[in-house]
């Protein structure tokens, strides 16, 4: 059974930097799609960091340039370095796992991180 816990969540301010942290248990980061995704109360979740199977990161528009996807498949992780936070940050952030070994392919979701900027 595959498990994903998000952590590394909080109040942050304005500017300041945070990481987030997605451990993966019963499966492997290796050779799998992790996504980091964050909803606002009442609006649909929104992709806005992804790391390929080999590792080519993709970004929303919103958050390129300040925030950084990476992936340590020692400790099955994936980590979301966020920089330059602003209020519209501030948001439950999700991590994905698409799992590849299962046809179709299969998606798990974490319990999400609150991740509160104040201005």
């Known amino acids: 059974q595959v498990q994903v816990v998000e952590s590394g969540g909080g109040l942050v301010q304005a500017g300041g930097s945070t990481r987030l942290s997605c451990v993966v248990s019963?499966?492997?980061?290796?050779?799998?799609?992790v996504g980091w995704y964050r909803q606002v109360r009442g609006i649909e979740r929104d992709l806005i960091a992804r790391i390929s199977e080999i590792g080519t990161p993709t970004y929303a528009d919103s958050v390129k340039g300040r925030f950084t996807i990476s992936r340590d498949n020692t400790e099955n992780t994936v980590y979301l370095q966020m920089n330059s936070l602003k209020p519209e940050d501030t948001a439950v952030y999700y991590c994905q796992v698409v799992v590849f070994s299962t046809s179709p392919p299969t998606y798990y979701w974490g319990q999400g991180t609150q991740v509160t900027v104040s201005s």
């Open positions: 019963g499966s492997t980061t290796s050779g799998n799609v």
